[in-house]
């Protein structure tokens, strides 16, 4: 007989936006996304005092097989490093052409999205935001409010997660707040191919 997964449900807090029975609890601080903000003495500097940018809570109890789905919650806190945001390591997909929603529940913020060619698009999220992430785009959140950002993300599990592109090429494009406006330009750090 057929071997089923039983259905189940887990409880999202929508206060805090913390899963209580994640499998996986990840932090990422600061030296962890060590090389990816444009203003590299700043990110020095503020090394010295390591902040945590962002939590996941991750739901794993789906093998990570085709047909089955993941899902997480990611909580990214306030703040900068120079003037651009708080934001994600961002990811390309492992295998590319898994697509991706972002539910926002809480505060404010983009998905920054770009593909492999360097195009790039954002997205405005706030609660209520159900955004898709197509098949082949890279994609960063970032925290562009001054609450924390939160909100849930749905994926393939068999998804994966690719780092090492934006690692080393980072995104075209960063976001900042400059004399209170939020403003998306070009990264001066981009590497483009060739
Ligand atoms: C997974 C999904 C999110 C991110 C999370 C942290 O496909 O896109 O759960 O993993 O927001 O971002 P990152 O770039 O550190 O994985
Ligand atoms: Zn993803």
Same mark, same amino acid.
């Given at each position: 007989?057929k071997?089923y997964?039983?259905?189940?449900t887990?409880m999202?807090?929508?206060e805090?936006?913390?899963?209580?029975? %994640?499998?996986?609890?990840?932090?990422?601080?600061?030296?962890?996304?060590?090389?990816?903000?444009?203003?590299?003495?700043?990110?020095?500097?503020l090394?010295?005092?390591?902040?945590?940018?962002?939590?996941v809570?991750?739901v794993?109890t789906?093998?990570?097989?085709?047909?089955?789905?993941?899902?997480?919650?990611?909580?990214?806190?306030?703040?900068?490093?120079?003037?651009?945001y708080?934001m994600?390591?961002?990811?390309?997909?492992?295998?590319?052409?898994?697509?991706?929603l972002y539910?926002?529940l809480?505060?404010?913020?983009?998905?920054?999205?770009?593909?492999p060619e360097?195009?790039?698009n954002a997205?405005h999220?706030?609660?209520?935001?159900?955004?898709?992430?197509p098949?082949?785009?890279?994609?960063?959140t970032?925290?562009?409010?001054?609450?924390n950002?939160?909100?849930?993300?749905?994926?393939?599990a068999?998804a994966g997660?690719?780092?090492?592109?934006i %690692?080393?090429?980072?995104?075209?494009?960063?976001?900042?707040?400059?004399?209170?406006?939020?403003?998306?330009?070009?990264?001066?750090?981009?590497?483009?191919?060739?």
């Amino acid at each position: 007989m057929k071997d089923y997964l039983s259905p189940f449900t887990v409880m999202v807090n929508l206060e805090d936006g913390t899963i209580p029975k %994640a499998a996986n609890v990840q932090q990422r601080r600061l030296s962890d996304l060590r090389g990816l903000f444009a203003d590299q003495l700043a990110e020095a500097s503020l090394l010295t005092k390591n902040p945590v940018i962002y939590q996941v809570y991750e739901v794993g109890t789906n093998p990570p097989e085709e047909g089955h789905l993941l899902y997480s919650t990611t909580v990214i806190y306030p703040g900068k490093v120079g003037n651009e945001y708080f934001m994600t390591k961002g990811h390309y997909h492992a295998k590319a052409d898994r697509a991706e929603l972002y539910y926002c529940l809480q505060g404010e913020g983009y998905l920054l999205l770009q593909t492999p060619e360097g195009q790039v698009n954002a997205q405005h999220m706030t609660p209520g935001a159900a955004t898709y992430v197509p098949p082949y785009w890279g994609h960063r959140t970032i925290n562009s409010g001054s609450n924390n950002f939160i909100f849930l993300a749905v994926y393939p599990a068999d998804a994966g997660y690719d780092y090492k592109t934006i %690692a080393e090429k980072g995104f075209a494009s960063i976001i900042v707040g400059q004399g209170g406006e939020t403003k998306l330009i070009p990264n001066p750090r981009y590497q483009v191919e060739g």
